[in-house]
């Protein structure tokens, strides 16, 4: 196993910590009573585990320890990142008047990396090459997604987290779009799919 590749497992085991953290900073919240290096902790072990994404990333294709292994591990490392932060942010408030982040939000990102499975295995059950690679309306809706995350983490802005969420929707709706007629695209004409 490379170095790059003990990095992403690393990313993979911070989730659970951040998860723990996350949901006794909430439940302190409620108690009326925050327990503020909950929150620091938290929010530490977010940003260690997300700048692992880069740091990782650039060791491989630097020092090249690309690898089968790898290319499976990071996107479902980052992936399980993104989700139970935006899930746990979700189910618990962090701070007063519903300061979390809004249900619709969650669904609507669930729901398109639901569809996105389903189209790579669509498309590799009817025998077409899937070569996954980040695109750019993925990567725009990552760090959308991400700001929408911070907001909430950070706590700087008095304004309802609200409107991160709205952009990151389009942002998300914009991506889960374009995967699906590059996928559309790539099955009606054959090929390999770089999704």
Known sequence: MTFASKITLSRLLLVPVFAVLA??????????????????????????????????????????QRSHFGAIIDPIADKSLLL???????AVDWGPDNWHLPLWFTALVIVR???????????HFTGHRVHIAPQWSGKICTVAQMVAIGWIMLKVV??????????????????????????????????????
């Open 113 to 123: 990396d639901c569809i996105i499975l389903g189209g790579i295995n669509v498309l």
């Open 84 to 90: 139970t932060a935006i899930i746990t942010l979700t």
């Open 158 to 195: 008095p304004f309802s987290p609200l409107y991160p969420c709205v952009i990151a929707a389009a942002a998300t709706v914009w991506s889960g779009v374009d995967y699906v007629r590059q996928g559309l695209r790539i099955l009606h004409e054959g090929g390999k799919a770089d999704v």
């Open 23 to 64: 949901i006794y900073y909430g439940h302190s919240v409620s108690a009326k009573a925050p327990q503020e290096w909950l929150r620091w902790s938290a929010l530490a072990v977010f940003v260690t585990a997300a700048a692992s994404d880069g740091l990782d990333g650039w060791i491989a294709r630097r020092f090249n």
